[in-house]
């Protein structure tokens, strides 16, 4: 009989890649788990790892037993999903991963919500990048991923995941207010700000620029958005925020900090076709209709479209 534990872990290590990284993720040494899949490699009477230099490789064996074990999983997230349709109130931890606009924008008055309409109901929210979120949430890292997506880069649909549109996010592009505001074409010679490379924000941002004429001179590179407001206001340099940052749902703006609709140092434009990022609530397919999961998608949905710049069904 194979045992689910150990299954588990080989499927960890298909995500993970090595023994060091799934030890670290689950609190054991990489000893203990090299013992483990040995075990299983015994019940399963079959080769499961090889040797790729220094490090371990799943055989082919292997990764159709991956395969078994996320269908297992799958009906397991199921079946608890029905049990806890049929609970009395809805409970439960709930492990979120939101990345920096929505963690700021979005994250306190989806708290609050959950807290008045569910008092049982325990959310535990990491800040995190999509690059990353979405393989913590596969690895079973996270129960819920928030997601964005840009106008002509669609991202890659994972069969095994279930993905909820929340709302659209309008894009602007942002100046300091101190001088007249140009069109994006004649901003090339200006310092930008801009996420790192690599990521799905800087890449639309780049094409953005360059659809315009120009290569952006980006100086500047951060996944703090507050920090690309204030280069703006204090005029060192332009950006494109997204509407979530110019707003202030429920009070979300962080203390210190203005929201650029409403500063006088920032002026707000609509770049050319007036292109919006698409926000996407993302979990497990398995586990998509469990309650609490139901329930904090409508607490994030509420508190984005709180914003009059959000329109879910656009």
């Not at 371990?56 to 199921?78: D, G, K, M, N, S």
């Amino acid at each position: 009989m194979l045992d689910l534990h150990r299954l588990r872990l080989l499927r960890e290590l298909k995500h993970r890649g090595t023994l060091a990284a799934v030890a670290e993720a689950l609190a054991y040494t990489p000893s203990a788990i090299s013992q483990q899949l040995s075990v299983l490699e015994t019940e399963a009477g079959v080769p499961l790892l090889e040797r790729a230099g220094r490090r371990v490789r799943l055989t082919l064996a292997a990764e159709r037993l991956v395969e078994h074990t996320e269908a297992i999983l799958e009906r397991l997230e199921q079946a608890r999903a029905d049990l806890d349709a049929s609970a009395a109130s809805i409970s439960g931890t709930v492990r979120i991963a939101a990345f920096h606009t929505t963690a700021h924008a979005v994250i306190p008055a989806a708290l609050s919500a959950l807290a008045q309409a569910h008092p049982a109901l325990r959310a535990e929210v990491t800040e995190r990048e999509p690059e990353t979120s979405l393989p913590g949430l596969i690895a079973h890292e996270f129960d819920l991923a928030l997601l964005e997506e840009y106008p002509g880069h669609p991202q890659r649909r994972r069969p095994e995941l279930d993905y909820r549109r929340l709302a659209t996010d309008p894009m602007r592009l942002a100046q300091h207010a101190g001088a007249a505001p140009r069109p994006l074409a004649e901003l090339g010679g200006h310092p930008w700000i801009m996420e790192p490379s690599g990521t799905a924000a800087r890449h639309w941002a780049t094409a953005v620029c360059r659809a315009a004429g120009f290569e952006p001179d980006v100086r500047y590179q951060s996944t703090d958005l507050l920090l690309h407001l204030r280069l703006v206001r204090t005029g060192h340099a332009v950006a494109i925020l997204p509407g979530l940052l110019s707003a202030d749902p429920a009070g979300a703006t962080p203390a210190g900090a203005t929201p650029a609709r409403a500063d006088p140092a920032i002026h707000l434009s609509d770049l050319p076709g007036s292109p919006a990022r698409r926000i996407y609530a993302a979990t497990r397919r398995g586990a998509s209709q469990q309650p609490a999961l139901a329930a904090v998608r409508e607490a994030l949905a509420a508190a984005i479209q709180a914003s009059s710049h959000h329109d879910p069904h656009t």
